[in-house]
C-alpha cells in the first residue's frame, strides 16, 4: 500500500510528465497562430546508434544528442579525446594536470560517476569509482562520438543518470591501406600512429598502433618539476559476414599509460611537487557481437564483453602514493528487435554483469547485476510524430532490485522546418566497490543514487544555411553517496538540484565556411549546503569558425568558461578563455601536412585548483597515406 509521500511523488512525477506533453503542443499551436517560416523539410538523415540501442535516424531520437564526426576531431589535429569534449559547452572536463593527469567530465552538472561512457557500445566505466578516465584515449580510431543527453538508464542501468557517451571506432573498409602520422611540438612531445585496414563485402578489418611521449608540465601549478608522460595504444576489429542476415564483429584495445603525478598537501591545500611518484595504467577491452535476422521483423543481437582496468602507484617517499587497484567487468547482453509493423518497433533484452574490484590491501570484491528491458518506438502522422517508451528491471546482489523509465515524444513538422521533443525520466546509479568495501569508509548498506529529469528542446531551421537548437532540462538527484560528518563513512544523505538552458547554432556561410556556437547556462545547488555544486561553471560557450577546400582545411576554436567552486581549495577558479588554431594542406594525393597552436593567447588558466595547465604551445606533422 503506498504512503502519502508515495503518492505525493508520483503525482509530481505525472503532473512533470502533463507539463512536458502540454508544451510540445503549446508550441505546435503557437507555431500554426504564427507562422515565421517558410515551408521545407528537415533534411536529418544521419543514423545513431546509442539513443535507443539501435540503429536509428536522428530526426527520430527523443532524445538530445550531439554526434561528433571524425571529419571534425581531423581537423582539430588533437592526440587524445580530451581536447575534442572539452569543446562542448554541455561538458565540463577536469584534468589534474597536463597529458596523463586523471581527467574526468561532469555533463549537464552531474558526478563524474553519473554518466555513462562506452566504447563501441561497451561499459569502460570503473568498478571501483563509477568514472572514468579519459587521459588515455586517443583520437587515432574514433570514426564518430555520440553524447546522449538525459537519463538513459531504461536501456543501459547504471551510470547512466545524467546521459550515455559512446566513442564508436572505424572499420576497415575499400581496398588494403596503411595510414602514418608523425608529430613533434612544445613540451618535448612525439606523436607517431600507423594503421593498416580494408574490407570488403564478406569482411571488414582494422588496426591500430600508436605511441605518444611528452616531458609534460608540472602538474602542480606552484611546481618546478615537469611530469612526463608516455602512452603506447593497440586497437583492432574485424568484422565477417557469413551469409546475408548474418554478422559477427570482434574488437579488442590495448593501452599502456605511463604518468608522472604530484601530490597534494591537504594542509595548505594545495599541489605540491613529487618527485618520484609514478603511476602505471593498462588498459585492457575484447569483445564479440553477433548479429542475426531471425526473419524479416525478428533481429537478433548478442553481445559478450570484459573490460580490466590496473593501476599500480609507486612513490619511494611517501606511503600514501602506493597502490594496486583492478577494476573488470564481464557483461552478457542478449537483444531482440521485433519490427512489427512500419510505424513500430519493440525491443526487449536482457543482461548479466559480473563486477569485480580490487584494492591490494584493501578489499577484493565481486558483484552480479541482471537486468531486463523494454522499449517501444512508435511512428504516426505519416512518421511526424515519434513516441519511445521504455521500462528497465535491474536485481543488484548489494542494493537489491530497482526499476527505471522513460517516455520521450518528438514532433516533426516538416512544412516548417522544425522538430520539437519532449521527455521524462528516471535514473539510477548503483554503489561502487570504493563506496562499498573500502575500510573504515565503505558502507555495504548504501541505496543506489537516484534521479528524475525532464526537458523540452526545439530544432528549427531558420533559413536555408542556418539551424538553431534550443533546450531546456530539469534534473533532481537524492540519495547521492557523500562522507558523513559524523562517522566519516560512506551514506546516502545528499540531496541537489541542476537545471539550465542549452542554445546552439550552426551557421554554413558559404560552402567552403561554417560557423558553430554553443551555449549553456548551468544553475545546480546542493540542497544540504545550498551552495553550487563544485566545478560546475554557472557559463560555459563555444564558438567555432571551418574551412574547408579541397586541399586545405583550418580551424579557430575559442572557449570560454566562467568560475566554478572548487570545494577542496575552498575558493572559486577565475573564468578563462581559450583560442586553439588548427589547420591542414594536403601536399599531393597520398601526403598532408598539419599544425596546431593551443592556447594561443597563453591563457593562465586552471580546470583544478592549484593543478597547472598548458600555456602556449606549438605542434606540427605529417600524415601519409598509401
Known amino acids: 500500500m503506498k504512503t502519502s509521500h508515495q503518492s505525493s511523488v508520483i503525482n509530481h512525477q505525472f503532473s512533470r510528465l502533463i507539463i512536458c506533453i502540454l508544451l510540445l503542443f503549446t508550441f505546435h499551436f503557437l507555431l500554426f497562430t504564427f507562422s515565421f517560416a517558410e515551408e521545407k523539410a528537415i533534411s536529418l538523415e544521419e543514423i545513431v546508434v546509442t539513443a535507443a540501442k539501435m540503429e536509428e535516424a536522428i530526426e527520430e531520437t527523443t532524445s538530445n544528442v550531439i554526434v561528433i564526426k571524425n571529419d571534425y576531431i581531423k581537423k582539430m589535429n588533437v592526440n587524445f579525446i580530451t581536447d575534442v569534449l572539452r569543446k562542448i559547452p554541455e561538458l565540463n572536463l577536469v584534468q589534474n594536470g597536463g597529458p596523463g593527469g586523471n581527467a574526468t567530465l561532469l555533463l549537464r552538472g552531474a558526478g563524474s560517476s553519473q554518466t555513462l561512457i562506452l566504447i563501441d557500445g561497451i561499459k569502460v566505466n570503473s568498478t571501483n569509482t563509477g568514472s572514468f578516465d579519459f587521459s588515455g584515449i586517443t583520437v587515432d580510431d574514433i570514426e564518430r562520438i555520440e553524447l546522449v543527453k538525459g537519463p538513459q538508464s531504461t536501456v543501459y542501468g547504471s551510470e547512466a543518470m545524467a546521459g550515455v557517451i559512446n566513442i564508436i571506432t572505424k572499420k576497415g573498409t575499400g581496398k588494403p591501406k596503411t595510414n602514418v602520422s608523425l608529430e613533434s611540438g612544445s613540451f618535448g612531445t612525439y606523436k607517431s600512429s600507423m594503421t593498416f585496414s580494408g574490407g570488403v563485402r564478406e569482411y571488414d578489418y582494422r588496426a591500430t598502433a600508436s605511441y605518444f611521449s611528452t616531458d609534460g608540465i608540472s602538474s602542480a601549478k606552484g611546481g618546478t618539476e615537469r611530469d612526463g608522460y608516455r602512452n603506447a595504444n593497440f ?239 530539469d534534473q533532481r538527484y537524492k540519495n547521492l553517496i557523500q562522507t558523513d560528518p559524523f562517522t566519516f563513512s560512506a551514506a546516502n544523505i545528499s540531496r541537489a538540484k541542476v537545471k539550465g538552458i542549452e542554445a546552439n547554432t550552426i551557421l554554413k556561410m558559404t560552402d567552403e565556411v561554417t560557423i558553430k556556437a554553443g551555449y549553456m547556462r548551468l544553475d545546480t545547488k546542493d540542497e544540504a549546503t545550498g551552495q553550487n555544486l563544485p566545478f560546475r561553471p554557472k557559463d560555459k560557450f563555444n564558438l567555432s569558425a571551418e574551412l574547408s577546400k579541397k586541399d586545405i582545411s583550418a580551424i579557430v576554436n575559442y572557449t570560454f568558461v566562467s568560475k566554478r567552486l572548487d570545494s577542496l581549495v575552498k575558493r572559486n577558479l577565475s573564468s578563462y578563455s581559450i583560442v586553439n588554431v588548427a589547420g591542414n594542406y594536403r601536399t599531393s594525393k597520398w601526403m598532408t601536412l598539419f599544425m596546431r597552436i593551443d592556447n594561443l593567447l597563453d591563457e593562465d588558466y586552471e580546470e583544478i585548483g592549484s593543478y597547472g595547465t598548458p600555456g602556449f604551445s606549438v605542434f606540427g606533422g605529417v600524415r601519409i597515406s598509401i
Open 235 to 473: 586497437s583492432g576489429k574485424f568484422g565477417i559476414k557469413p551469409a546475408e542476415k548474418f554478422e559477427l564483429e570482434f574488437s579488442g584495445r590495448h593501452y599502456y599509460g605511463r604518468s608522472e603525478f604530484d601530490d597534494f598537501d591537504f594542509f595548505k591545500k594545495q599541489a605540491v611537487d613529487a618527485i618520484n611518484y609514478v603511476q602505471h595504467l593498462h588498459h585492457y577491452s575484447l569483445s564479440g557481437k553477433g548479429k542475426l535476422f531471425i526473419s524479416d521483423t525478428w533481429e537478433q543481437i548478442l553481445t559478450a564483453s570484459i573490460v580490466r582496468d590496473s593501476l599500480k602507484g609507486r612513490d619511494p617517499d611517501t606511503i600514501f602514493n602506493n597502490y594496486d587497484i583492478i577494476s573488470q567487468m564481464e557483461t552478457i547482453d542478449w537483444q531482440h528487435n521485433f519490427y512489427l509493423i512500419n510505424s513500430y518497433t519493440l525491443t526487449v533484452g536482457a543482461e548479466y554483469r559480473n563486477e569485480k574490484g580490487e584494492n591490494e590491501g584493501n578489499f577484493d570484491r565481486s558483484l552480479i547485476n541482471k537486468a531486463v528491458y523494454v522499449n517501444n518506438i512508435l511512428k504516426f502522422l505519416q512518421e511526424q510524430v515519434f513516441l519511445n517508451a521504455g521500462l528497465r528491471y535491474d536485481d543488484h546482489e548489494t542494493f537489491g532490485n530497482k526499476t527505471t523509465y522513460r517516455i520521450g515524444a518528438a514532433y516533426n513538422i516538416r512544412r516548417h522546418a522544425l522538430r520539437i521533443k519532449s521527455s521524462y525520466a528516471t535514473g539510477f546509479r548503483a554503489p561502487k566497490f570504493n563506496e562499498l568495501f573500502f575500510p573504515f569508509y565503505g558502507n555495504p548498506r548504501l541505496r543506489p543514487e537516484e534521479c528524475t529529469s525532464w526537458e523540452i528542446s526545439m530544432e528549427k531551421d531558420v533559413f536555408k544555411n542556418m539551424s538553431v537548437y534550443l533546450t531546456y532540462f
